[in-house]
Every structure is written in C-alpha cells, then in structure tokens.
C-alpha cells in the first residue's frame, strides 16, 4: 500500500490515491489540478524522508468543488461592566481527490 504524509493549508494530511480531503481554501490550476508537498512516502515496506528524494515525489489532487466550514460563534463578555460582544466566522474550504502518487 502507497500513502503519503503531505503539507496542506497548515496542515499535515495522509493520502493514499482516491482519498477525498477537506482543505483550507486552495486554488487549483485551469483543469483544476493541484500539487502538495510530500512529506513522508510511504511504498510498502519502505518509508522515504529524506528531502531530496521527496523533491522528486509528485502527489497530484483533483479540485472537486468549494465549500464552507461549519460556522462558530465567538462570544466575549466582562462581567460588571456591560461590554460584550458578539462574532462569527466560516472558514473557507476546498474539497480535493487524490489522483496520483509517484
């Protein structure tokens, strides 16, 4: 089995091909295709790290469609004094297939 630890939006995701990831929002090239960084390469039995052979490690993903995270409310509030104060925020999202590793 082929798996590999990549960079994504901040993150560390392992991804063998066919997986479908949520990531921070990312843009893909005209057909949609991205790149990541691998980090880790894992072929069986044998496990790469060292950074210039992963230099030569392509993991290519397929842009499937835009979304957006769940909302979260931030609330503050001082006690006493009246303040408070009240905000949300919806992270923006990238749904992306893992197509090839090689």
Request: charged share 30%; no cysteine.
């Amino acid at each position: 089995m082929v798996y590999a630890v990549v960079r994504a939006g901040g993150r560390q995701e392992k991804v063998s091909v066919g997986t479908i990831v949520t990531l921070d929002r990312i843009k893909g090239d005209a057909n949609g295709k991205i790149e990541l960084p691998a980090l880790l390469l894992v072929d069986g039995d044998k496990v790469t790290t060292d950074a210039k052979a992963l230099a030569k490690v392509k993991v290519t993903a397929e842009v499937l469609n835009d979304l957006r995270g769940p909302k979260i409310v931030i609330q503050k509030y001082k006690n006493k004094t009246g303040y408070k104060k009240r905000m949300g925020f919806r992270a923006d999202l990238t749904r992306v297939k893992v197509t090839e590793i090689k």
